[in-house]
């Protein structure tokens, strides 16, 4: 397995099923992606039929960013050997987001910026460069209250 290799594939702009396919293959190459899986092993990989990864592999190939140029001899047998080429494949726009906005979703119109996702408790707690948040002064007197109550009906003076 190449992170290397994995790395690029996550990077290039394919389609999901494209894209899955040729993680499955990038799990078994080397760095240089070279790598020999059988389609039955990369279909029961990624939970599809031997039948959609062929029709990906026929993608991938046609796009030049995977290919299959001979027999790979082991012993008896022979194994198709495959080579990733990530540099011939559509490369991602780099993901750049400013902090505390979404990023735009594929084919909405919704201008989302400056929204701040908040905590159900957000309103109760205080901000401050401490690391751990401050209690509101109601909130406080309650359980204070509270436990004082506690105390004084299990019989422990305070």
Request: a positive charge; glycine letters at 6%.
């Amino acid at each position: 397995m190449s992170v290397k290799v994995m790395a690029q594939v996550w990077e290039l702009d394919l389609p999901l099923r494209d894209k899955f396919v040729l993680l499955g293959f990038a799990d078994h190459a080397d760095d240089s992606g070279n790598c020999f899986p059988s389609l039955s092993r990369i279909a029961w990989k990624c939970g599809l039929s031997r039948a959609t990864v062929k029709r990906s592999v026929k993608e991938l190939m046609s796009a030049g960013i995977l290919l299959r140029p001979r027999g790979y001899s082991l012993g008896r047998s022979m194994r198709t050997l495959y080579t990733i080429r990530t540099d011939k494949g559509v490369k991602l726009h780099p993901f750049i987001q400013e902090r505390g906005q979404l990023p735009p979703e594929k084919g909405s119109s919704i201008d989302i910026k400056g929204v701040t996702a908040m905590t159900p408790e957000s309103s109760v707690l205080e901000s401050s460069n401490n690391p751990r948040p401050r209690i509101s002064e109601a909130r406080l007197k309650r359980e204070k209250a509270e436990h004082a109550s506690w105390l004084k009906r299990h019989g422990i003076s305070a």
